[in-house]
């Protein structure tokens, strides 16, 4: 049997929009005709969980069907236990996952044990940031009076650690790939300076970047039907089609294409 391709969401930045590309991947992915599991680590706010639980709960209540993954759920009494309990479950929920095309992760807006040992375990790392030097902060340290970019930070060393711990116990590499959140289109000249930033820490820690993704209504105004633009069709219709949809279709196709995934044609 081939082994799950595992992607983990991360960026220790909180709010930068894991959640929300964690469903749209997954989503994305189910569309494609795979077989996705997907693992919350945010045991606490469990994000994950609760929009496939709105996704059961409209699907059925609406008597229609879309595609669901298999969830490994990590309980919230978790959270009260010793790291090595919680390490342990994770790894046992890797396993029960072990027959799945992909393992998409999701974690949560802080360093934590649990999230250093899912970015241990990666693929594919996938970090969204907002198009702000805010977010870049945890990625790069630029001079205040420059702003050229002065080292890598926070979570580059994570993923760095991460790499280095992958490549020691598998001998295997981790692609990584950056891509900016909810862009305005009004922000040109921030846009343009934190763009160049980005570009310079890609070349230093090596990520790669991918298309961004707009600010837009649709990306969360299906979640409380557990349903993503993916899933729009005909019958399933929460909320009025509009051009809207159509570029944020777009937008994802786009995303999905440059994380190079091993999806069939359907995709
Ligand atoms: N491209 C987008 N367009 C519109 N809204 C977005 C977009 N991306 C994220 N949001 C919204 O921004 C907020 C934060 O997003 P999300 O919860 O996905 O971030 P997160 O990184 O998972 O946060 P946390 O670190 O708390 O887990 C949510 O209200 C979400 O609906
Ligand atoms: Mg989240």
Do not use: C
């Not at 795979?34 to 994950?48: F, K, T, Y």
């Not at 790069?140 to 890598?152: A, M, N, S």
Request: proline fraction near 5%; aromatic fraction near 6%.
């Amino acid at each position: 049997m081939t082994q799950p391709k595992v992607i983990v969401i991360g960026n220790e930045k909180g709010g930068a929009g894991k959640s929300t590309l964690a469903i749209h991947l997954a989503t994305g992915l189910l569309h494609g005709g795979a077989s996705v599991s997907v693992l919350d680590l945010d045991i606490r706010q469990q994000s994950l969980g609760h929009f496939f639980a709105n996704r059961r709960a409209w699907l059925a209540a609406n008597n229609q069907s879309a595609p669901m993954p298999r969830e490994h759920v990590l309980e919230a009494k978790l959270a009260a236990q010793p790291e090595d309990i919680v390490l342990a479950r994770f790894l046992s929920a890797l396993d029960e996952a072990a027959s799945s095309d992909f393992i998409l992760i999701d974690t949560p807006g802080a360093d934590t044990a649990l999230s250093r040992a899912a970015h241990g375990k990666a693929d594919l790392i996938v970090t969204p940031m907002n198009d702000s030097f805010v977010d870049f902060d945890t990625l790069g340290v630029v001079d205040p009076v420059t702003l050229e970019l002065k080292r890598p930070s926070l979570y580059s060393e994570t993923v760095w650690n991460s790499r280095k711990l992958r490549a020691m116990e598998s001998g295997l590499s981790i692609d990584w790939v950056v891509l900016r959140n909810r862009l305005a289109p009004t922000e040109a000249r921030n846009r343009r300076r934190v763009d160049e930033r980005v570009q310079a820490l890609s070349r230093r820690v090596g990520f790669r970047i991918g298309p961004g993704l707009r600010d837009r209504v649709i990306y969360r105004e299906l979640f409380p039907f557990g349903l993503t633009v993916a899933d729009l069709s005909p019958s399933i219709k929460p909320v009025a089609m509009s051009l809207q949809h159509v570029a944020a279709r777009q937008e994802l196709r786009a995303l999905m294409a440059s994380l190079n995934l091993p999806l069939g044609s359907a995709a």
